[in-house]
């Protein structure tokens, strides 16, 4: 590339940052198992004793993945599990802790790659379309849906915000229909519920299980969306932690007291979520690298497809959208 600085052509090397995915994507950029298979923290351990959700944990490092990804067999030994007051950690093959040939092993013969740090927690898919989406539905679902009353009463009070700006969709019934919710809906909705839980049904014991764990989401989704943090920027890190210790512990009450077989405290995402204050740190607010603009993109590649014969799909959308980049250039 020809350089008006140094008046000469220069070789350009452009490092890797960061990859924006979901969090099944990054699992198999990062050649392992996916989430299914999640065992950094032992089943009995994390659904019996909050503190272990919240302990420290041994990091994964760039090595680590070289290591089993290195290993044909995947027999090699990598530490893991809780970082013990001797320092000793615990140890585990390749496989058994979810390691995989996925095809992106080359990915680490790029330096500047490091699968333990550039891949970032996506908030879209694990806060909202994560934790948020199981406690509403668990709301609907288990405390509303066979009580009419109840229910009527909660649709009436989400009406009273259907006029503030941003709701560009009433919620008169749109609660009978959770299922199909995307996360514009659920960025709406926890802005209001943790309000609703605490002042209008703040005398229903049943309602009551779930409010503190609303309120946790709702203080979570107000610190990690936004743009930027001019000042005090690591006291924002420090209290995105603490918010994040909180949700687990409130979490973790839940399901005690409603002793559910598929414990939300349990859920990969859950302890995904306690990599963000790292990931945060590392590349700015979670709104930097965060995939909802990009999925929001789907819709004119899914316009442009149906003008093709459905042959070379992904061929067909590169020409397309290189014409236009061209064009815009």
């Known amino acids: 590339m020809y350089s008006a600085e140094h008046k000469e052509d220069v070789l350009v090397y452009a490092p890797l940052l960061l990859i924006e995915a979901d969090n099944p994507c990054h699992s198999d950029l990062c050649c392992l198992k996916g989430l299914k298979t999640y065992i950094a923290v032992a089943a009995a351990t994390s659904t019996t004793n909050a503190e272990a959700l919240n302990a420290q944990y041994r990091k994964r490092t760039r090595a680590d993945y070289v290591a089993a990804s290195s290993d044909p067999d995947r027999r090699c030994r990598i530490a893991y599990g809780p970082v013990n007051p001797d320092g000793l950690p615990l140890y585990k093959t390749a496989s058994e802790l979810g390691f995989k040939k996925t095809g992106a092993e080359d990915l680490l013969k790029l330096e500047a790659f490091d699968p333990s740090q550039d891949t970032p927690v996506e908030v879209l898919h694990t806060v909202m379309l994560g934790i948020v989406k199981y406690m509403v539905q668990d709301l609907y679902k288990n405390r509303l849906k066979n009580n009419p009353d109840k229910l009527q009463q909660m649709h009436n009070a989400l009406r009273v915000y259907s006029a503030s700006k941003g709701?560009?969709?009433?919620?008169?019934?749109?609660?009978?229909?959770?299922?199909?919710?995307?996360?514009?809906?659920?960025?709406?909705?926890?802005?209001?519920?943790?309000?609703?839980?605490?002042?209008?049904?703040?005398?229903?014991?049943?309602?009551?299980?779930?409010?503190?764990?609303?309120?946790?989401?709702?203080?979570?989704?107000?610190?990690?969306?936004?743009?930027?943090?001019?000042?005090?920027?690591?006291?924002?890190?420090?209290?995105?932690?603490?918010?994040?210790?909180?949700?687990?512990?409130?979490?973790?009450?839940?399901?005690?007291?409603?002793?559910?077989?598929?414990?939300?405290?349990?859920?990969?995402?859950?302890?995904?979520?306690?990599?963000?204050?790292?990931?945060?740190?590392?590349?700015?607010?979670?709104?930097?690298?965060?995939?909802?603009?990009?999925?929001?993109?789907?819709?004119?590649?899914?316009?442009?497809?149906?003008?093709?014969?459905?042959?070379?799909?992904?061929?067909?959308?590169?020409?397309?959208?290189?014409?236009?980049?061209?064009?815009?250039?």
């Open 167 to 329: 709701f560009n969709r009433t919620f008169r019934r749109q609660l009978n229909y959770t299922g199909s919710f995307v996360g514009r809906d659920f960025k709406q909705l926890i802005q209001v519920l943790p309000i609703i839980l605490t002042t209008t049904f703040k005398d229903d014991e049943g309602l009551q299980v779930v409010a503190p764990v609303f309120v946790q989401l709702g203080k979570l989704s107000s610190l990690v969306f936004m743009r930027s943090v001019e000042h005090h920027f690591d006291d924002y890190l420090e209290e995105v932690r603490r918010t994040i210790a909180d949700l687990t512990r409130e979490i973790h009450v839940f399901d005690e007291v409603s002793g559910n077989n598929d414990r939300l405290c349990s859920k990969p995402k859950l302890h995904i979520l306690h990599h963000l204050p790292d990931n945060i740190k590392r590349f700015g607010c979670a709104l930097h690298f965060e995939s909802e603009k990009g999925e929001q993109f789907n819709k004119f590649i899914q316009e442009h497809l149906f003008h093709t014969n459905r042959h070379s799909t992904s061929f067909d959308v590169a020409r397309k959208f290189g014409k236009q980049i061209a064009l815009r250039h």
